[in-house]
């Protein structure tokens, strides 16, 4: 984009969203021009619950369909608008609602947690939702004589094993842009920064977290580099994290581990999208009564837990 074209856009974005009385919410994932003009910048969750309690007629959600589709549940009478309807989440897409109802039949005394990452259908089969943050504390709640179908990330499901000691039944989706992160990598990186922090996002394989100093969600990768004293951090997870992480602390150094840990779906959204979003109204979610109702239960529950 042209300088002039950029600045027209942002103009145009600014008096639209004046106008309209809407927000811009903008996951940490998503292109730099677009985290520049968010009203917040936050992972799925924050977001969703920022939609909730915020006082705007209209959600424009920058991510990928299921978090705009929890935005929609917790907040089902704002419009919601995902700029570009295409943006879906390949790992959540690795869930179905008829696959998942087969393995409940075959574990009648399991509890059913979905990872976040799940989309609104998914979730009224569920019992209780859970983030990458609130994971382990979820899982924690339940009683100990109940079996546990966690879905739909096999490795955030075996990094919860690992730090709660309970055995689940794990689904076999994955995300392929922390999939892409290897031992290989990571090892590099240590060597030629000795001295930097590693922290890695639980969606990467236990191998990776093993080898890393933390592992945390989007939001904790924030905190931490706010207090941290390290003055180099390696950071395992999408790329887009890096322009959020940044601003956030500018006099340290980030690497990423990968420069390949790109999101192609995270990066659909561009600012000529955001404004065509808001001039057209589109595209809005919409969803039936009784899958906003019942994909409510396991969010709220969590919500109360966490
Ligand atoms: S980074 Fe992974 S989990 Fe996030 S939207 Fe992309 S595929 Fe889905």
Redesign the pocket.
Known sequence: MSYDYLAETIEKINQLRRDKNAVILVHN?QLGEVQDIGDFVGDSLELSIKAANVDAAIIVFC??KFMAETAKVLSPNKTVLLPVFEAG????DMADVDSLRELKARHPNAVTVCYV?TTAEVKTECDLCCTSANAAKIINSIPQDKDIIFLP?KNLGANVEIMTGRKMILWEGF????MRITEAMVKRKQAEFPDAVVIVHP?CRPEIIAMADEQLSTGGMVRFVRESSAETIIVGT?VGMIHRLQKEAPDKKFIPISEQAV?M??KMINLTDVLAALENDETAIELPDDIITKAEEPIRKMLKLS
């Open positions: 994932y991510g990928v989440c390949p790992m959540a990452n990330d995300c392929p842009t922390h969606e999408e999101c779906n995270m």
